[in-house]
């Protein structure tokens, strides 16, 4: 058993008041909110080039935006997207919460930490300063492959910009990474033994593991394709723009993962507390973790099917394995709600929604990792509308859930539930109206990054079907802010624990105090140790009216 | 801390059978079996980072023991901030040219510089706490973990 204490500081915090000091605050609250509200800013930035997107493919040979603009604009929607919104919101989560989860009253290498949001932040800002050069933002896709990426085919300082930026962002996330990585395996408190840390931080523990592995490669290949685009042959002929994919997808797919483990481990937690249970089979959670990630880490080459420079047959091996681990995850959700006396909250529908959306997104992904299937969906709708099922209608539901179920712990207010219903309902509608006729179009044969398609009376139909479902997602966000600015203009006090969390985040005040806990832990047995706590309490009242434990 | 290298390891191990595997199917194609072992390199460090920090505990499994001793922790430090905004400044100086890049790595050194006298002024703190907790003990006590930054 362990000793209940809360770990103790040397001296009260320097408090640095008003806005410079909430920037370089060392404080890992300040530094995961700065960090997801930077991400968030992104994110809408990210939307409206998306908006612009739908508004040009609206009708067939739309003159919205000009084919170049057009390049430019999918090049920076998908690279603000993850490189400054799905990827660093993970991290934020992270920051935030994984110390208040494991029981530290601080996060290790706090300097390195707050140093790397800024290099991100640096990155991210240079990577869109693209926008106000002559020749335009990057405009070789997210991916910027060789030889397109080259300076003689994508000249422009624009596109050096990107480089440089994309590269400093991943560095500035692997900072943070390295940071949350150790703060897991050196400071959780006495009795946390690593079988009995929450859901959320095990998410937490194997995406900063994937960023630790994975990150420093896209550094290293963000430095080749800057020296490649100065004129040093580095990526050059097929072995050279293969050797490129290589480079590049050794980090891209794993990031896909990183921006989908820790909000799994948001729609988990969420559900948990929703359905008043433990998450159910935990041991095999965290096993099917571990291996979901090492698989998760095999699995680049199934980008690169069609180019002959891989060996497909160990790609769409590993790929197809990440099915078992995937499916441990929802028989532990479904086992978790099975019995429950659930109670539909906004948290808990998002944390579902998270579920039944991104199931689609998988099962698509059975098809693209086998390669004669891939031969035929490679370029088209259907790869488009899989990953935006597993990043936009998986991640972001799993973050909603998040945002809904750790609200009132970040500051001290609940957000309002109805309007949370409704962003939920309209998001569910938006995302399946914009997502969804993607398939049909992909199998209709309409290629992705066109920003012109031929008259045809079916394509058409499906991208107004799109561009009204992004207006509705739109929406949808709109209701999300409004909510929020709502909730915390006329703030309706959440309380400590409001939603009878299991884990040690909801045994502080709310929002947590600058060492985050001001009172000893209660002695932690399981992964879920207030859970334990009202157990003990219930089996103490039962007693006291004479009913059996 | 009890266990802290045991799951980089574990996981370790699960990237080393997938790299094999890889290895054996592609008939060893370099580049990937490079990323590959760097990526397990990586992971290592940190196992080995936290095994050197904790050499009696990092490997046994178990739960995390009570640390009596008091922590020096900063609040806020504009000298980490400012060097993560020159490293960006230096970056954009490869674009833009030479002052960006002159201004960036001047920034950059002069945090570096602060950063050091931040530390040694927190592990000064600390040691200043330990001699006026216990006036008659000689200040050879380290700091904990909590001061290395």
């Known amino acids: 058993m362990s000793t209940a204490t809360t770990p103790s500081a040397l001296t009260p915090p320097l408090r640095t008041p008003g806005f410079v000091g909430a920037l370089i605050s060392t404080d890992h609250k300040r530094i995961g909110l700065n960090l997801g509200i930077m991400s968030l800013i992104f994110f809408l930035v990210g939307g409206i080039f998306a908006l612009i997107m739908r508004s040009q493919l609206y009708e067939p040979n739309n003159s919205v935006v000009s084919d170049n603009t057009y390049n430019q604009l999918f090049t920076m929607h998908g690279s603000t997207m993850i490189y400054l919104f799905v990827t660093p919101m993970a991290l934020a989560l992270a920051t935030y919460l994984v110390p208040l989860q494991i029981g530290s009253p601080r996060i290790s290498l706090p300097r390195f930490t707050l140093a790397g949001f800024w290099v991100w932040l640096s990155g991210g800002l240079i990577m869109q300063s693209g926008w106000f050069t002559s020749d335009g933002a990057g405009r070789a896709g997210w991916s910027a492959y060789a030889p397109l990426s080259n300076g003689q085919r994508t000249p422009g300082v624009g596109m050096d910009l990107w480089v440089i930026g994309a590269g400093l962002a991943v560095l500035g996330m692997l900072m943070i990474g390295w940071a949350v990585t150790v703060t897991i395996l050196r400071r959780r408190a006495p009795g946390m033994a690593l079988l009995r840390m929450p859901v959320f931080t095990w998410t937490a523990l194997v995406s900063v593991l994937m960023v630790v592995g994975a990150f420093p490669v896209l550094v290293f290949a963000m430095a080749l394709l800057y020296a490649n685009r100065m004129g040093v042959a580095i990526f050059q002929g097929f072995t050279g723009a293969i050797d490129w994919q290589d480079l590049f997808w050794f980090f891209g797919h794993p990031v896909v993962y990183v921006m989908f483990f820790p909000y799994l481990g948001c729609a988990a937690e969420a559900i948990a507390a929703g359905a008043h249970k433990r998450w159910f089979g935990y041991k095999a959670f965290v096993a099917s973790m571990m291996a979901f990630a090492a698989l998760s880490m095999s699995v680049w080459g199934h980008h690169m099917f069609i180019t002959g420079g891989v060996v497909n047959e160990y790609f769409a091996f590993s790929s197809t394995m990440l099915i078992i681990p995937a499916g441990i995850e929802y028989f532990d959700c479904i086992g978790t709600l099975w019995g429950s006396s659930a109670r539909f909250r906004v948290a808990m529908l998002f944390g579902l929604g998270f579920f039944i959306q991104f199931l689609i997104g998988g099962l698509s992904g059975i098809w693209v990792a086998s390669p004669t299937l891939d031969y035929n969906s490679y370029g088209d709708y259907i790869v488009i509308a899989h990953f935006h099922y597993t990043l936009f209608a998986g991640s972001v539901f799993g973050f909603f859930a998040g945002v809904y179920h750790w609200f009132p712990k970040v500051t001290g207010a609940r957000l309002r539930e109805g309007l949370g219903k409704v962003h939920f309902v309209l998001l569910v509608i938006g995302t399946n109206m914009t997502f969804g006729p993607m398939f049909a179009l992909g199998e209709e044969g309409m290629t992705r990054r066109i920003s012109r398609y031929p008259t045809n009376p079916e394509w058409t139909t499906l991208n107004q079907i799109e561009t009204i479902g992004a207006g509705i997602v739109a929406l949808s966000i709109l209701v999300f802010l409004v909510n929020v600015v709502v909730s915390l203009r006329r703030r309706v006090l959440a309380g400590d624990d409001p939603w009878q969390g299991h884990t040690l985040e909801w045994w502080t005040s709310s929002p947590p105090p600058p060492h985050n806990f001001d009172r000893p832990l209660p002695p932690i047995r399981s992964y879920a140790p207030l859970k334990d706590l009202q157990e003990q309490i219930e089996d103490a009242e039962r007693e006291k009216q004479g009913a059996p434990a | ?149």
Not at chain 2, 37 to 61: D, K, Y
Not at chain 2, 103 to 114: N, Q, Y
């Open chain 2, 1 to 149: 801390m009890r266990g802290g290298a045991i799951a980089p390891f574990v996981w370790s191990v699960l990237l080393i059978i997938l790299m094999v595997i890889n290895i054996i199917w592609t008939a060893g194609n370099e580049i990937q079996a490079a990323t590959f072992g760097f990526s397990i390199l990586m992971v290592w460090l940190v196992g080995l980072a936290v095994l050197r920090l904790a050499p009696q505990e990092a490997l046994r499994r178990g739960e995390p023991e009570l640390r009596a001793q008091p922590e020096a922790m900063p609040s806020a430090s504009a000298a980490a901030a400012m060097a993560g905004v020159g490293l960006g400044a230096f970056s954009f100086g490869w674009v833009f040219g030479g002052f960006w890049i002159y201004f960036g790595a001047a920034v950059l050194v002069i945090c570096l510089g602060r950063l050091i006298l931040e530390h040694r002024a927190q592990r000064a703190a600390y040691l200043a706490y330990l001699r006026e907790r216990d006036p008659g003990q000689k200040s050879a006590e380290r700091p904990s973990e909590g001061t290395r930054m």
